[in-house]
């Protein structure tokens, strides 16, 4: 299958700084990203999804302004978390499609951020 | 919303036995998929299986659908310790192409 990358797989941040994380397509141009979150034995929470070259769709409830998506190409998307607060520490993952019904998703490894 | 839920969320068995996890969602569907998660990893595509399809194989793994009952079920033969994770189903709600996730189930499989 494709492969999606995710760096840094983990990133451990003080409270208030800016974090950004990278989701790469690496054999294949994603029309359509995703990014997601997943807090232990917990399910994965669509938070935006963005294609590319255009402004993402962030999901109900997830505050555009502190979680901001550039899709920029069609082998890069990033998430970067402002000001980041102790409650922002989570999994997230990303997904890398070529869009539309007949899709299949392609997940990223996770980047496991902790905010002290 | 959280549109597929699957059943146990944690199942505990010996290797070599089968293991089967259920999957039940609420609205229309065009495809339902499943996926592994090794803990702190990404995911992995195992089956998409297509709403008017009723089974698909691959490998050790056969997925089953039942539209009627809004309901799939995963079934792992011969399970290996290797096969320990959590199993999540993705649904995508009517007129989405955006999978939906389950909460899980968690498996362990003992050597």
Same mark, same amino acid.
């Given at each position: !299958?494709?492969?999606?990358?995710?760096?840094?797989?983990?990133?451990?941040?003080?409270?208030?700084?800016?974090?950004?994380?990278?989701?790469? #397509?690496?054999?294949?141009?994603?029309?359509?990203?995703?990014?997601?979150?997943?807090?232990?034995?917990?399910?994965?929470?669509?938070?935006?999804?963005?294609?590319?070259?255009?402004?993402?769709?962030?999901?109900?409830?997830?505050?555009?302004?502190?979680?901001?998506?550039?899709?920029?190409?069609?082998?890069?998307?990033?998430?970067?978390?402002?000001?980041?607060?102790?409650?922002?520490?989570?999994?997230?993952?990303?997904?890398?499609?070529?869009?539309?019904?007949?899709?299949?998703?392609?997940?990223?490894? !996770?980047?496991?951020?902790?905010?002290? | 919303?959280?549109?597929?839920?699957?059943?146990?969320?944690?199942?505990?068995?010996?290797?070599?036995?089968?293991?089967?996890?259920?999957?039940?969602?609420?609205?229309?569907?065009?495809?339902?998929?499943?996926?592994?998660?090794?803990?702190?990893?990404?995911?992995?595509? =195992?089956?998409?299986?297509?709403?008017?399809?009723?089974?698909?194989?691959?490998?050790? =793994?056969?997925?089953?659908?039942?539209?009627?009952?809004?309901?799939?079920?995963?079934?792992?033969?011969?399970?290996?310790?290797?096969?320990?994770? #959590?199993?999540?189903?993705?649904?995508?709600? !009517?007129?989405?192409?955006?999978?939906?996730?389950?909460? !899980?189930? #968690?498996?362990?499989?003992?050597?």
């Amino acid at each position: !299958g494709a492969v999606v990358s995710q760096h840094p797989s983990w990133v451990i941040c003080k409270s208030g700084t800016s974090v950004k994380i990278e989701c790469r #397509s690496l054999d294949f141009q994603a029309t359509t990203m995703f990014w997601y979150r997943q807090f232990p034995k917990q399910s994965l929470m669509l938070m935006a999804t963005s294609n590319e070259g255009s402004k993402a769709t962030y999901e109900q409830g997830v505050e555009k302004d502190k979680f901001l998506i550039n899709h920029a190409s069609l082998t890069l998307s990033t998430l970067t978390v402002t000001s980041a607060h102790p409650e922002d520490s989570s999994f997230y993952i990303c997904s890398a499609s070529l869009g539309g019904p007949d899709y299949e998703q392609y997940f990223g490894p !996770g980047t496991r951020l902790t905010v002290t | 919303s959280q549109q597929g839920e699957e059943d146990p969320q944690a199942l505990s068995i010996q290797e070599g036995e089968n293991a089967t996890m259920n999957c039940s969602y609420k609205t229309s569907i065009n495809n339902l998929q499943w996926y592994r998660q090794n803990s702190g990893r990404g995911l992995v595509h =195992l089956i998409l299986i297509r709403s008017n399809e009723r089974e698909k194989h691959s490998g050790r =793994l056969r997925v089953t659908l039942d539209t009627s009952k809004k309901s799939s079920s995963l079934l792992i033969t011969a399970s290996r310790a290797a096969d320990t994770a #959590s199993y999540f189903c993705a649904t995508d709600e !009517g007129g989405s192409y955006i999978p939906t996730f389950g909460r !899980g189930t #968690s498996l362990i499989v003992h050597p």
